[in-house]
């Protein structure tokens, strides 16, 4: 077997992994049509492709309705200002996840309040919420994180008992299911990303869905600034809102995108299948553990690690190793949100401030999960042909065949020994 990569040996993968996004003639045309059709912009609210796209994506999702806006982070903001949630109300989230979802939160006046998560999710931990809650607490936004569902059956339940907004960060999950039910279907409000990495992505955008028609009519309302002149806005109350429209460029990629994506799923769901099965011979890595109530897609595959099985080589350095391999893949993908560097502790910005510095480290799980264990593919990995798969294996085989070299390029080499 050849040396690591990371110790001068030659990578297992050179060549270029599946491109992402996917695009062809439906994406080209749409483009153009929009070119030449002369509306380029998301006036009047919603536009024509807006308003197709806006159609397609609920029906795909199963909802009443679908706002599309400006992105994921907005989207989340959009979704609290729809369910008037009130100035400086606390809103339960994970502290496992992007700094987006604080942030969304952040934006609609609120107070992010960061809980623990479920060791085989790394979702939402529903016990930790409920000992989260205080009379200021208003709405919980569950995360659905890379391939797996939140407990929406439990969540569902606190969050009725206590007459709270429960919306969905459905960033990582478009198309991902519960109990045979889309995310964003299943709480109050679902709120999308449709960022370069999502799996729906026009380069940019999000989408807010919900089956309430008044918070449909409040949403294209603050999407627009707050203007209630068309019928549907008509008896919506005065909202501050803000330009959050998405363009006719987006939304015409979006309309074509949306038609790859259940092909997409199910070529990814058969590499994914695929790779787990050659992965169970590779002790000290695993499959993430899928609840049996959920059907995951996958924005991202996120494997367990067990240093222990790597004689203690830290999950940082096999991640570095797994990189000069060739493998796109990452450990810090998310760490705490308190602890990102993206979310500030900046008093006169940042309402989540004195918590965060009363409540250091009170993420156990979610510190596991970022610090120690968590290996996140991406999903474009899944999606070529199956020697992508093979060499996924292969690096992950080497890795393991290797172990004790990584573990001897930790430590200063005793004098003789046989990995100087
Ligand atoms: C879980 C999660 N929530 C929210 C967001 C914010 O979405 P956007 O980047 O479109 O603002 C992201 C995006 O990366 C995300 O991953």
Redesign the pocket.
């Known amino acids: 077997m050849d040396e690591l990569a990371i110790l001068g040996g030659p990578p297992v993968r050179t060549t270029p992994w599946a491109r992402w996004p996917e695009f062809g003639e439906p994406e080209r045309e749409a483009l153009l049509r929009v070119l030449e059709g002369g509306e380029w912009g998301g006036f009047p609210s919603p536009n024509t492709h807006a308003r197709t796209f806006n159609r397609a994506f609920a029906d795909y999702i199963g909802t009443h309705s679908a706002t599309a806006c400006a992105?994921?982070?907005f989207a989340i903001t959009l979704a609290l200002q729809a369910a008037r949630i009130s100035r400086g109300a606390e809103v339960i989230t994970t502290a496992y996840?992007?700094v987006?979802?604080a942030g969304g939160i952040v934006a609609a006046g609120a107070q992010p309040v960061f809980v623990d998560v479920l060791p085989d999710s790394y979702c939402l931990d529903p016990r930790a919420v409920e000992a989260a809650f205080s009379p200021r607490t208003e709405a919980v936004v569950a995360?659905h994180l890379a391939s797996a569902m939140a407990d929406m059956d439990r969540l569902q339940e606190i969050c009725a008992a206590r007459g709270l907004a429960l919306v969905e960060?459905c960033?990582?999950a478009h198309g991902m299911r519960w109990r045979g039910r889309c995310a964003g279907s299943l709480g109050d409000l679902g709120c999308f990303?449709m960022?370069s990495s999502k799996l729906l992505t026009a380069g940019?955008g999000?989408a807010v869905t919900t089956d309430s028609d008044i918070f449909a009519a409040r949403l294209e309302a603050l999407v627009n600034c707050g203007r209630r002149d068309t019928p549907s806005t008509a008896g919506v109350e005065p909202l501050l809102g803000h330009n959050l429209r998405i363009t006719e460029w987006q939304a015409a990629v979006l309309c074509a995108q949306l038609e790859r994506l259940p092909e997409q799923h199910e070529r990814r769901r058969r590499a994914v299948e695929r790779f787990a099965q050659g992965l169970a011979e590779i002790p000290g890595i695993s499959m993430p553990p899928v609840d049996p109530r959920s059907t995951p897609t996958y924005y991202q595959l996120v494997l367990r690690y067990d240093a222990a099985a790597f004689e203690g080589v830290p999950r940082d350095r096999f991640v570095e190793a797994l990189e000069a391999e060739g493998v796109p893949c990452s450990g810090r993908f998310y760490v705490p949100i308190h602890d990102d560097p993206l979310f500030a502790a900046d008093p006169r910005t940042n309402p989540a401030y004195e918590r965060q510095r009363e409540t250091p480290n009170r993420y156990p799980i979610a510190a596991h999960a970022a610090y120690e264990e968590a290996i996140w593919l991406p999903h474009h990995l899944f999606l070529g042909p199956s020697e992508d798969v093979d060499s996924l294996l292969a690096a992950f085989r080497k890795l393991r065949g290797r172990s004790q070299h990584l573990k001897a390029s930790l430590d200063p080499a005793p004098p003789g020994s046989a990995f100087a």
């Open positions: 992105n994921g982070t996840s992007f987006g979802t995360v960060d960033a990582h990303s960022q940019e999000g």
